[in-house]
């Protein structure tokens, strides 16, 4: 179950098979794109602005084939992730129908993505020093692994740390290479707020599905904890993204505008919690605990580059 995009058994009420959707439909339904376009692209961009506020340096030909090459990269994780999920038969636990939307062709569609993101990372690494390729091979070890054999992170309570360290520190701390071609511990600090508040959203995702999980063998951070104990620790992470927008303006290490990113995020924060505290054991009525957190995420990490980008005090 995907409870921020939903899905449909793929058959009518009356038993008889749906008609089978558009193929540009199933793409974009496989590969969630509306993850694609918040998860996969905001910390990039927060790298961008970083690297442009802050070190001075924007190459625009790098950018936008670094563009390229994360876009690749998430079609490619995405459709790993549904191939090997309907493999393992996590959805089916109470949807037998859910296979039938994961055809072969997204297993070739992940590996085609894969070898074009690697391409593509090789070009810019020519360019822009070896360093983007270690940030390459590890965002690609964490995307091909996450659910794909032999690790399967996801499995073994890893996925949550993978999906903190891509969506952060790899991905923003990369996108900051490409123009600077130098490390940063500013940069770093600021890779927390993407990360921690993405691993938010892979702990809130994990308790609507917590029985289908725990059936198929998934041991995620929410199976070993608990759902209740799981509602803590995804808000703790959120909590603590917001707060490293506060701390990091107060201590100068981030513009003052910075901080008003966290103050955005913080009533979706609040909204997110009082649902999930009252709902999650019921899991149709915590779907709004998880949009609360989507918008915080979406918010806050907007804001926090936007306040970089428009050079804000």
């Not at 506020?53 to 563009?67: D, I, Q, S, T």
């Not at 992730?81 to 949807?95: H, W």
Request: aromatic share 14%.
């Amino acid at each position: 179950m995907d409870p921020v995009v939903g899905r449909e058994s793929g058959f009518e009420t009356d038993g008889r098979a749906a008609a089978r959707p558009p193929l540009i439909v199933m793409f974009c339904s496989a590969i969630r794109y509306r993850f694609f376009l918040y998860a996969g692209l905001l910390p990039y961009f927060l790298g961008a602005a970083w690297a442009m506020r802050v070190e001075g340096a924007f190459r625009p030909g790098r950018f936008w084939m670094g563009l390229l090459g994360i876009a690749l990269a998430v079609v490619g994780v995405e459709s790993f992730n549904e191939y090997f999920d309907a493999r393992m038969g996590t959805d089916r636990v109470f949807d037998p129908s859910d296979d039938e939307r994961i055809p072969t062709w997204m297993l070739w569609l992940g590996l085609a993505a894969f070898v074009a993101a690697a391409a593509v990372g090789l070009r810019l690494a020519a360019a822009g020093g070896w360093p983007i390729l270690l940030y390459m091979a590890l965002g690609g070890a964490a995307a091909a692994f996450y659910v794909g054999p032999p690790f399967r992170w996801a499995y073994r309570g890893l996925g949550e740390a993978a999906i903190a360290l891509s969506y952060g520190p790899w991905m923003t701390l990369g996108s900051i290479h490409l123009h600077t071609g130098a490390f940063s511990w500013g940069g770093l600090a600021a890779s927390l707020v993407p990360g921690l508040l993405a691993a938010s959203l892979a702990v809130v995702n994990e308790i609507p599905d917590f029985h289908q999980d725990r059936l198929v063998g998934k041991r995620n951070l929410v199976v070993r904890l608990g759902r209740r104990r799981g509602v803590s620790l995804y808000l703790a992470l959120a909590a603590a993204g917001l707060g490293v927008c506060f701390a990091g303006a107060a201590a100068g290490a981030f513009p003052m505008a910075c901080a008003a990113a966290g103050l955005l995020g913080l009533p979706f924060w609040l909204a997110s919690a009082r649902n999930a505290l009252a709902t999650w054991d019921t899991p149709k009525e915590f779907v709004p605990a998880v949009r609360g957190i989507v918008l915080c995420y979406l918010v806050t990490v907007s804001a926090f580059f936007m306040a970089l980008a428009l050079r804000l005090p």
